[in-house]
């Protein structure tokens, strides 16, 4: 999700973007710690001791790979929803079958109900319109009808509902390699700005997302993820197959996750033909507009059944619009198969009269998910990639498995709604393929998205580097002392400006910043390994360290420590430079908690650049000041720290020492 209303108070935009490269020198071994340290030293970085088991038993590795017993669950779903739009209600039916990879008997099943967010009474950390979540009719187990402990006859399963969890108590154990098969009907009046305003309704649209009982996570780690859904921190959902039917009223074009599988059944045949044509082009057409021309079948009794499958996704979201905007492509992706062919996917763009603006963003989409399939090294998997524009739903964007909700942006601009597009469009990689726990570790989801959103931004307009912005939004909040450790449980930060810089800009620019610590080759290898490794599977926080280290092959427990454990903050400075025969004595001073290492970059008379590195050995020995000598072979008028930004110092007036101005501290 990309959050605009956090920061707007301070001025602060989550944005994020890249720079030219830079390697940095090979460290020498780490010297012994001072026998009274002149600073605070990381500490080592534990895995919990959850984490530690699941190495034990062989499903994690301690290399940041999946381990030789890794395992997950599975499930298919076969939902059907009927969308009244007079009453704006849902009525839903579903079965699920669900499938125990696990090695461990199952006594209980965990499912969620996100959109009990909504209901009376029940716990959240933001206001919400009081709809009365989801009315559950009918619950069976294998068939067998399940009753609230209240009214369970003897021998019945028993369900029961607390806030947005619902926990089943099944007759039978699920043993492992077993299956057992879920059946449920429900009903749900439609929240206008529903989930924290990442689904509802608006004039002659309706975006329906967790409007189903979907299966809880059950991992190799923790077991059964149990945390309610409070409105602000995401999601963590398995992988599944889903068919999915949509009941809707003529004239209202649906779209969904999924393919499309009976398009001659409920499209008219101009639009259907067109729709055709834009799936074969390069260059955006127009499948559909807003006027009263019938751009749909009339259906039974003037209704449509819509049909959509998708295999191995971790949620399913559809929308319905009439009088509006439909305009479609195609857009390369790569080789997705390994058969030496280009693939493409499609590409989708529905908006109302109202959002002008959007008349652009068709072509956005195209240029996000190429780059982006190129960027992460991984081609987008999916047929289709499709943005519907919400405004009076949402202010910024959120994100759903080939589907993603925006803003109309009308006041915010052409470029604004490009960062946008690219940020929701990154996260069909992170949580969509790879699938992290963004309700505790929101930091992996979001602040991966921004940095690779960015990496797009500077692509579609050259010569940006929003990379800049992005540290700065850190700085500003670290500087007011209001920022909250990364590796906080994301619903339990101090604030929303905390959540926000926790979960965007700072892990963000921390990637950054690791571009600049390992260099350019050796960290995209690391990046892209995560992502390859990782597809499709849930990695911890200690998986992504691991993989670092692993692919980087340096110890990076004092970054992780400083940076994502600690509010740490750098601040490193130029302290002293004494001219000496042939060359220049430097004397670094680091200020700050947060060590760096430190690279300096020193102007000649006659305009040679000569740089050189102070290797953060030197502060993990505890030491705060340091003294280097630099040979040159002209006299030196201006030395600079860190000249390319890759570290975010509080600072940066005390990182310049120019021969003019040589009185400064």
Known sequence: MRIRRLLLSIGLVFIVGCSTSRSTAIQ????????????????????????????????????????????????????????????????????IVYFNRSPETLRQLFLELPLNVHAEGVVRNEPAEITGGVQLSYVAVDGQEAFTPEQAPEGAPRYAVNGTRLVIF??????????????????????????????????????LAYWYPHVAVYDDVIGWFTDPFLSRAEFYHGFADYQLTLDAPAGWLAMATGLLENAEEVLAPNV????????????????????TDPVTQSGAEGRLQWRFRATNVRDVAFSLVRQAYWEGARTPVGDRDGDGQTDYTWINTFWRPTAPRWANVTRYQQHAI????????????????????????????????????????????????????AHELAHMWIPMIVSPNERRYSWMDEGSTTFAENHAREDFFPGTQPRLDEQD???????????????????????????????????????????????????WQAYRTFIREWAFKHPYPYDLFHTFERVSGRDLSWFWYSWYYQTWTLDQAIAAVEPIENGVRITVEDRGLAPMPVYL????????????????????????RTTITVPTAAPVVRVEIDPERWFPDLDRENNVWSAASSTRP
């Open 272 to 291: 259907l033909a067109r729709m055709r044509q834009a799936y074969a082009s390069d260059t955006p057409v127009r499948i559909a507009e807003p006027t």
């Open 28 to 95: 020498t071994p780490r010297q012994p710690v001072l026998a009274r340290p002149e600073r605070p030293l990381p500490g080592p970085v534990t895995p919990s001791p959850a984490f530690l088991r699941a190495i034990e038993r062989g499903s994690r590795s301690a290399s940041g790979q999946p381990g030789p017993n890794y395992w997950q669950q599975y499930a298919r779903y076969d939902l059907t929803a009927r969308i009244d739009v007079a009453e704006r209600r849902l009525e839903g039916a579903g079965r």
């Open 370 to 421: 190429t780059f982006l399939s190129r960027l992460t090294g991984f081609p987008y998997p999916w047929p289709h990639m499709t943005a519907v524009e919400g405004g009076g739903i949402i202010g910024g964007g959120m994100e759903f498995p080939m589907m993603t909700l925006i803003g109309d942006y009308n006041a915010a601009g052409d470029s604004a709604l490009y960062y946008v597009v």
């Open 473 to 523: 939004n850190y700085l500003m909040l670290a500087r007011m002392g209001a920022e909250g450790e990364i590796m906080r449980w994301s619903d339990y930060h101090y604030s929303n400006f905390a959540f926000g810089v926790a979960s965007y800009s700072k892990p963000a620019a921390l990637l950054e910043a690791l571009r600049g610590l390992l260099g350019e080759t050796v960290f």
């Open 170 to 207: 099944p007759q039978r154990a699920l043993a492992p390699g077993d299956s057992v098969q879920l059946a449920f009907r429900w009903s749900l009046a439609i929240p206008k700005r529903g989930a924290g305003g990442r689904m509802g309704y608006d004039e002659n649209l309706f975006f």
């Open 601 to 624: 970059s020193l102007t000649l008379t006659d305009g040679t650049q000569v740089r050189d590195t102070i290797a953060v050995d030197i502060w993990l020995e505890g030491r705060r």
